[in-house]
Nanobody, 123 residues
Framework: QVQLVESGGGLVQAGGSLRLSCAAS????MGWFRQAPGKERDFVAA????????LYADSVKERFTISRDNAKNTVYLQMNSLKPEDTAVYYC????????????????????WGQGTQVTVSS
């Protein structure tokens, strides 16, 4: 069983920045999702295990950046120019078998999930 541990959430004013971290050991494709109250879990960003490819939701392109440091077994989500609509619980997720080549934007692709970290952006 893989444990994913997110950190870095908090309260920030609109236009501010936060960096989320997710500790996860292993060669997994990694994704970030978010869920606002009363809404479905939405895709935010993903990166292949090698770091060679990334994918972003249109709503966060040019503002968010996913990265990973495999030496530290950590994936990051740098969030800049935050907006109130970015308020949600953010989850990291791991695809344990990248060879399956499943779509990285779909929650069903991922086998392991973190507990989530709250991000609140005030206007």
């Amino acid at each position: 069983q893989v444990q994913l541990v997110e950190s870095g959430g908090g309260l920030v004013q609109a236009g501010g920045s936060l960096r989320l971290s997710c500790a996860a050991s292993g060669r997994y494709h990694m994704g970030w999702f978010r869920q606002a109250p009363g809404k479905e879990r939405d895709f935010v960003a993903a990166m292949t295990w090698s770091g060679s490819s990334t994918l972003y939701a249109d709503s966060v392109k040019e503002r968010f950046t996913i990265s990973r440091d495999n030496a530290k077994n950590t994936v990051y989500l740098q969030m800049n120019s935050l907006k109130p609509e970015d308020t949600a619980v953010y989850y990291c997720a791991a695809d344990r078998d990248p060879l399956r080549n499943r779509p990285l934007s779909l929650p069903g692709t991922y086998d392991y999930w973190g507990q989530g970290t709250q991000v609140t952006v005030s206007s």
